[in-house]
C-alpha cells in the first residue's frame, strides 16, 4: 500500500471547494469530502472532483443495519470512489454487509476502513454513556481487530496508535491517521498531534491533513511540503 497525503476539504459548498483545488495545477492530491460538503453538494460534488483527476476518499461513517450499510455501500461503489468508511462499532455483521455492498461485478472495490471509537469521545463518556468499561485503548484495538475479522482493509486513528494497529492487525491492514501538523505550526482544535515525519516514522499509510494545507498561505507549497515529509 503507497504512502499518500489525503486533504480533508472542509469546505461549505462547491465554490469554495474549487477555489481551493484550482490552485493546484501540476499535481491532483488525494482529497477527503465528508459530510458537510457530501450533505451541501450530494453526489455530483463527487462526480466532478473525480472528473479532474483526484482520488477520493468519501468520508460519511455509515453506521445502520447491515442490509441498509450493504445498499448505500453498493450506491457509493458506483460513484467510483477510492476509499469509505463506517463505524466498526456497527458490528462484524454490518462490516461484512459493507464489503458485498461495496464489491463491484468485476470483483473490484474501494478502500475500506473502520471508525473505531471517536477520538471525541473520552473514557469517563464511554463508561458512563455507553456502558462500555474496558479501557479505552483496549477497545479501539478491539474494533480494529473486528475490523479485519471482517475483511476490512484498514482503520481512522491517531498517528500515535498506528504502530500498535499494525502490530496488532499486520503490516498490511492500512492506518489513516488525521491529527497532523507542521513541527512550526499551529496545533488549532488538536489534542494530540504528530509531524508527517512522525507519522511516517510511526507507520501511518495516509495522513489525513486539513487546516495546515487548507487555511495555509500557499495550500500548493504546503501540500507539497507534507508529500517531501512524508512520501519521499
Ligand atoms: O484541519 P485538520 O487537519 O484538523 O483536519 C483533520 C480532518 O480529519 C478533519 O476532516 C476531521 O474531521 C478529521 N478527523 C479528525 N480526527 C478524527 C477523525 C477525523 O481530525 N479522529
Do not use: W
Request: charged share 30%.
Amino acid at each position: 500500500m503507497g504512502k499518500d497525503v489525503i486533504v480533508a476539504c472542509d469546505f461549505a459548498g462547491k465554490k469554495e471547494v474549487f477555489d481551493f483545488l484550482d490552485k493546484f495545477t501540476d499535481v491532483k492530491p488525494f482529497v477527503k469530502i465528508g459530510m458537510e460538503l457530501f450533505y451541501a453538494e450530494g453526489p455530483e460534488i463527487v462526480r466532478e472532483i473525480k472528473a479532474r483527476g483526484h482520488k477520493i476518499f468519501l468520508d460519511l461513517k455509515l453506521h445502520d443495519i447491515p442490509n441498509t450499510v450493504k445498499k448505500a455501500m453498493s450506491v457509493l461503489s458506483r460513484l467510483d470512489v477510492d476509499m469509505t468508511n463506517l463505524h466498526a462499532s456497527g458490528t462484524v455483521a454490518m462490516m461484512e454487509a459493507a464489503i458485498e455492498g461495496l464489491t463491484r461485478e468485476d470483483g473490484t472495490r474501494p478502500i475500506l476502513i473502520a471508525v473505531t471509537q471517536l477520538t471525541s469521545t473520552s473514557q469517563e463518556r464511554m463508561e458512563a454513556d455507553l456502558l462500555i468499561e474496558k479501557p479505552l485503548d483496549e477497545v479501539v484495538m478491539h474494533y480494529a481487530s473486528n475490523a479485519k475479522v471482517a475483511g476490512l482493509d484498514g482503520v481512522v486513528c491517531s498517528p500515535l496508535e498506528a504502530g500498535k494497529v499494525h502490530e496488532k492487525c499486520g503490516a498490511d491492514f492500512v492506518t489513516v491517521t488525521p491529527g497532523v501538523r507542521f513541527a512550526d505550526g499551529d496545533i488549532g482544535d488538536q489534542v494530540r498531534v504528530t509531524t508527517p515525519a512522525k507519522a511516517k516514522e510511526i507507520g501511518s499509510d495516509y495522513i489525513v491533513v486539513g487546516r495546515p494545507i487548507t487555511a495555509a498561505e500557499d495550500p500548493v507549497a504546503a501540500y507539497k511540503r507534507c508529500v517531501a515529509e512524508f512520501c519521499d
